[in-house]
């Protein structure tokens, strides 16, 4: 299974709009719902951010939203804010019980 | 409180093999599938394969077949990842992470592991 593709890196100001994508096929990221993301400050784990393409699980502010069209899922940060810079990493099912990510997205607060 | 605890820091020598551990709290360990998820330094998330803490289903990446080996112990709540052969490219974080339904909701504190002579 090849990454998913991801720019290396987006910058905003605070209070501005970045958008991450993350291109896949029709095996993974065209082919089902299961999109996630996932926000990774140095040296911690990861943390979920989004699920099934646009879900927000409970605690994650709602300036977090995601979408997809085709083979390509996006990850929307509206208001930016300090907090907000880390990398982020996007994950797609791929069918027959397999699981792909993204080579993941540093984004700067400027 | 959902928790995954996993074993500490290994340094081994290129060519041995290493297993980490992974235990659950918190929930009942059959009722959540059980990924390995590998990180090296400074690069991307690497998906390795998953152990159904339930019915015993196993699942490895195609990437680490014949190398690695996910098991579990249902009876101590612990899933375990053997990684053989290792070679200076797996020094990485190692992380368990629960599935809930197709994404990865609860994360382990990962276990650095490195290889070098």
């Known amino acids: 299974q090849s990454a998913l593709t991801q720019p290396r890196s987006v910058s905003g100001s605070p209070g501005q709009s970045v958008t991450i994508s993350c291109t896949g096929t029709s095996s993974s990221v065209g082919g089902y719902k299961y999109v996630s993301w996932y926000q990774q400050h140095p040296g911690e784990a990861p943390k979920l951010m989004i699920y099934d393409v646009s879900k927000r699980p409970s605690g994650v502010p709602d300036r977090f939203s995601g979408s997809k069209s085709g083979i390509t899922a996006s990850l929307t940060i509206s208001g930016l804010q300090g907090e907000d810079e880390a990398d982020y990493y996007c994950?797609?099912?791929?069918?027959?019980?397999?699981?792909?990510f993204g080579g993941g997205t540093k984004v700067t607060v400027l | 409180q959902v928790q995954l605890v996993q074993s500490g820091a290994e340094v081994k020598k290129p060519g041995a093999s290493v297993k980490v551990s992974c235990k659950a709290s918190g929930y009942t360990f059959t009722n959540y599938v059980i990924h390995w998820v590998r990180q090296a330094p400074g690069q991307r998330l690497e998906w390795m394969g998953w152990?159904?803490?339930?019915?015993?289903?196993?699942r490895h990446s195609q990437q680490f077949q014949g190398r690695v080996t996910i098991s579990g112990d249902t009876s101590a709540s612990t899933a375990y990842m053997e990684l053989r052969s290792l070679r200076s490219e797996d020094t990485a974080v190692y992380y368990c992470?629960?599935?809930?339904?197709?994404?990865?909701?609860?994360w382990g504190q990962g276990t650095l592991v490195t290889v070098s002579s």
């Open positions: 992470v629960g599935e809930s339904e197709y994404y990865f909701h609860f």
């Open positions: 994950c797609s099912y791929a069918g027959d019980y397999t699981w792909v």
């Open positions: 152990i159904n803490g339930g019915v015993g289903n196993i």
